[in-house]
């Protein structure tokens, strides 16, 4: 019998990829999603692939409605799911000050509330069977800020901060904890980070940043492929002793590496620039 993982928002992104390379894999691969039409999405994409995946409807950022959609799992399962992927959630840019309450919470319940909801609820049953995987999909932002996505950064640094102490927590009971870190990978995830979803994106201040990061939102293609990501997702589960965190990605990588080794004025003044509030000192003519 293959083991079983559910993933989490599984019908698009990061998630429908790794929900496709799991099962290309022989995992038993439940991929939690939040309407109907989502879950023939994903059923579809795994029919054209030639592997079988899956579905339960649920809403993360719903407690009821997480509890009835794992305990379906529960039941689906024979009560031994083996690993979860909490991979549901998304980004949300915007300056600190522009962003209300509402959202900040929103942003919050998805990406850090709702993944230790559901590991609240999968965990008795791994420790009663003495083994599980709980892979949480952080970002580089768990590791450093950048202007503009302040609490999409705050968001992944409490998911971080939180997994490393369930990390330690649960590894005495046989359960692995893991961290994904990638960097930007082509997804929705990021075109649907704009400014103009805000109730009132017109700030003077930072409006030709805003400009700036609707246009790059829209040139999502060119960034790298997201199998990248799912394939070390498979990898994170496939090891007997995996690693506590896994950087995916060059920009990811680089980006880590400067914030530890360059100082922090000079590393706030290039995210700066490039996030477009500041200015370079001399003009670079193939740099607009």
């Not at 768990?142 to 640094?157: D, E, F, N, V």
């Amino acid at each position: 019998m293959s083991k079983s993982v559910v993933i989490t928002g599984a019908n698009s992104g990061i998630g429908l990829v790794t929900a496709l390379e799991l099962a290309g894999a022989g995992y038993d691969v439940i991929g939690t999603v939040r309407s109907a039409a989502k879950a023939e999405m994903l059923e579809k994409a795994a029919a054209d692939k030639g592997v079988a995946v899956r579905t339960v409807e649920l809403d993360v950022n719903d407690a009821a409605s997480t509890e009835a959609g794992f305990k379906q799992v529960d039941d689906m399962t024979d009560g031994r799911l083996w690993a979860v992927v909490n991979n549901a959630g998304y980004a949300q840019a915007g300056a600190v000050e522009d962003i209300n309450d509402e959202l900040v919470r929103a942003q919050l319940e998805t990406n850090l509330v709702a993944p230790m909801r559901i590991a609240r609820l999968v965990l008795p049953g791994m420790k009663a069977r003495g083994e599980g995987r709980i892979v949480n999909v952080s970002s580089v932002a768990g590791r450093l800020s950048t202007p503009l996505m302040g609490w999409y950064c705050a968001s992944k640094h409490g998911l971080e901060a939180v997994t490393d102490a369930l990390r330690m927590e649960v590894e005495a009971d046989g359960v692995r904890v893991i961290l994904v870190e990638p960097g930007m990978f082509a997804t929705d995830v990021w075109s649907a980070a704009t400014p103009s979803a805000l109730p009132d994106p017109s700030s003077a201040r930072y409006a030709g940043a805003y400009a700036r990061t609707e246009a790059l939102g829209a040139q999502t293609k060119r960034l790298p492929d997201p199998v990248w990501v799912a394939r070390t997702i498979r990898v994170a589960l496939s090891n007997p002793l995996p690693m506590a965190r896994y950087v995916v990605g060059a920009d990811a990588v680089g980006g880590i590496l400067a914030e530890t080794l360059v100082p922090t004025a000079i590393t706030d003044y290039a995210k700066s620039v490039a996030a477009g509030l500041r200015s370079l000192p001399v003009r670079i003519p193939f740099l607009k």
